[in-house]
């Protein structure tokens, strides 16, 4: 699965961004989808997963009740929705694809976009 990652920028604390990630290659409904995060120095930790069919979505809980994951099928892409962003948000943000079962972890996802970076101002 090739995965592009766009939409991150630079915004103020408490304002939205929303993130996309296109998928190709193979069959996407084949594959729960997640995004991450790295900042320098830190490894990369998870944010947000959602199931092959969207059913089921899992948050880290310092994004619980900001960050909404989804994705269309149809489309071949998932999403980010960013709200009421904090400047402790600033990270890069990866998309990945695991092959069928929905986890958290970073490392057990084998397909991974080139991530895009998102900058919250205070």
């Known amino acids: 699965v090739q995965l592009q990652a766009s939409g991150g920028g630079l915004v103020q604390a408490g304002g939205s961004l929303r993130l996309s990630c296109a998928a190709s290659?193979?069959?996407?409904?084949?594959?729960?989808m997640g995004w991450f995060r790295q900042t320098p120095g830190k490894e990369r930790e998870f944010v947000a997963v959602?199931?092959?069919?969207?059913?089921?979505?899992y948050y880290a809980d310092s994004v619980k009740g900001r960050f909404t994951i989804s994705r269309d099928n149809a489309k071949n892409m998932v999403y980010l929705q960013m709200n009421s962003l904090k400047p402790e948000d600033t990270a890069v943000y990866y998309c990945?694809?695991?092959?069928?079962?929905?986890?958290?972890?970073?490392?057990?996802?084998?397909?991974w976009g080139q991530g895009t970076l998102v900058t919250v101002s205070s």
């Open positions: 990945a694809a695991r092959f069928m079962r929905v986890v958290a972890g970073p490392d057990l996802y084998e397909f």
């Open positions: 290659g193979r069959t996407f409904s084949n594959y729960a």
């Open positions: 959602i199931s092959r069919s969207g059913d089921r979505t």
